[in-house]
Nanobody, 120 residues
Framework: QVQLVESGGGLVQAGGSLRLSCTAS????????MGWFRQAPGKEREFVAA????????RYADSVKGRCTISRDNAKNTVSLLMNSLKPEDTAVYYC?????????????WGQGTQVTVSS
C-alpha cells in the first residue's frame, strides 16, 4: 500500500503563502497522477490541483487558479503545492492523493492531511 505524508501546513495571514509537500513511499511514484484536495469544516472534500505522472499536465480548481502551483519531483517521490495570496476561505485540511487517471476521479490512496489556517 502506498503511504503518503503531507507537511508544510500551518498558520498564515491573509495574503501570505505556504508550500505544502507530500512524500510517497512508492518506487513507482512517477507513474501516478497526483492530486491535492482539501476539506473545510462542515464541507465535503474538494479538488484543488492535479499533476500528470510526467508533470506535463496540470489542472486547478477555479477557486485557486492563478494562486497555486502544483509540481512534482519524481526522483524524490514528492509532490508540492505552492499557495500564494492565501485567503481565509482557503482554510482547510489539505490532502495529497494518488490516482491512475488524469484528472483524478477516485483516488486510490490518501495522506492523513495537513492543516492550513489563514487568518483575516
Amino acid at each position: 500500500q502506498v503511504q503518503l505524508v503531507e507537511s508544510g501546513g500551518g498558520l498564515v495571514q491573509a495574503g501570505g503563502s505556504l508550500r505544502l509537500s507530500c512524500t510517497a513511499s512508492e518506487r513507482t511514484f512517477g507513474r501516478y497522477v497526483m492530486g491535492w484536495f482539501r476539506q473545510a469544516p462542515g464541507k465535503e472534500r474538494e479538488f484543488v490541483a492535479a499533476i500528470s505522472p510526467s508533470g506535463s499536465m496540470t489542472r486547478y480548481a477555479d477557486s485557486v487558479k492563478g494562486r497555486c502551483t502544483i509540481s512534482r519531483d519524481n526522483a524524490k517521490n514528492t509532490v508540492s503545492l505552492l499557495m500564494n495570496s492565501l485567503k481565509p476561505e482557503d482554510t482547510a485540511v489539505y490532502y495529497c492523493a494518488t490516482d491512475t487517471r488524469f484528472p483524478p476521479t477516485r483516488p486510490d490512496y490518501w495522506g492523513q492531511g495537513t492543516q492550513v489556517t489563514v487568518s483575516s
